[in-house]
């Protein structure tokens, strides 16, 4: 290789991957939308809206999105309706 495409590997590394960030944990990994929440958890789409009424259900709202950690969400049921 040339001079120039050495430089353009680098620049691209550098732009895909920075250094400054971590690279991504498998836990930020597992939000996940409400149809597979409902997936996930064998519940309908009504169910989960009539949960995330409660205050203490675990969800991140993102502008218009709702997002849900899925750990969190079966912690939650577990504590809350018992061991199923």
């Known amino acids: 290789m040339n001079k120039i495409a050495d430089r353009n ?6 732009v895909f991957q920075p250094a400054s960030q971590p690279p991504m944990s498998p836990r930020e990994q597992e939000f996940i939308d409400i149809k597979m929440l409902a997936f996930v958890t064998s519940m309908s789409e009504k169910m989960i809206f009539n949960l995330i009424k409660d205050p203490d259900f675990p969800k991140l709202k993102i502008g218009r999105r709702l997002l849900f950690d899925k750990e969190a969400v079966m912690n939650y049921l577990v504590r809350k309706y018992g061991n199923w």
């Open 9 to 14: 590997v680098v620049a691209r590394a550098s």
